[in-house]
């Protein structure tokens, strides 16, 4: 009697793990953005422990090269996302949210930050100024006044809104530096 009774608990619990799975799975890909482990556990009234252990299920599933998406985490966050290798083709069918310029000021600033805006422009050109705004209004860079110009900067909502693996200002620097060196050069 107990044999059956520790099967039916082994099953029982194998059903509420995939059904906790599941719930996970769906609130990445509703959010649509990073989202917090104490975010997943209060929607879905379970303990953080469950939920962290979902997520690494769900990290482990999507890590096959078999699917184009991917659970990662990014800082204290996690996210449902295209794997990089998809990126390009599924922009082109669907673009990012962000203009070019915009894409390539936030590059830009992610690199050099803290950046007076001034030197940005003198960097990349006038037409930064436009990118600058975008960035600013989206809540992505932080403008604050500096010397007669404004010093630029990257918020968290940068590090979600490119799944940046990173904490910090310094960690994004890092990010793009390492970034940088993987692109190969023109000779």
């Known amino acids: 009697m107990g044999h059956q009774h520790g099967i039916h608990k082994r099953l029982h619990g194998g059903q509420v793990s995939d059904k906790t799975d599941r719930y996970v799975e769906a609130a990445l890909f509703i959010a649509g953005k990073p989202i917090s482990v104490k975010d997943i556990a209060s929607s879905q009234n379970l303990d953080a422990r469950t939920i962290r252990a979902a997520l690494n299920r769900l990290i482990e599933k999507y890590s096959s090269p078999d699917t184009a998406i991917e659970v990662v985490k990014l800082g204290t966050k996690y996210a449902m996302q295209v794997k990089e290798e998809y990126r390009p083709k599924a922009e082109a069918v ?16 992610g690199y050099y930050q803290p950046i007076l805006q001034s030197k940005l422009a003198a960097l990349a050109g006038p ?11 989206k809540g ?7 010397s007669r110009s404004f010093e630029l900067t990257t918020t968290s909502k940068f590090i979600e809104y490119f799944g940046i693996d990173a904490r910090s200002r310094s960690d994004v620097k890092r990010w793009f530096e390492k970034k940088l060196k993987q ?3 023109k000779d």
């Open 127 to 137: 037409q930064v100024y436009e990118g600058v705004k975008e960035l600013e209004e």
């Open 183 to 185: 692109v190969p050069s």
């Open 140 to 146: 992505l860079i932080r403008a604050k006044p500096k």
């Open 94 to 109: 669907a673009p990012p949210e962000l203009s070019k310029e915009a894409l390539k000021v936030a590059s830009l600033i």
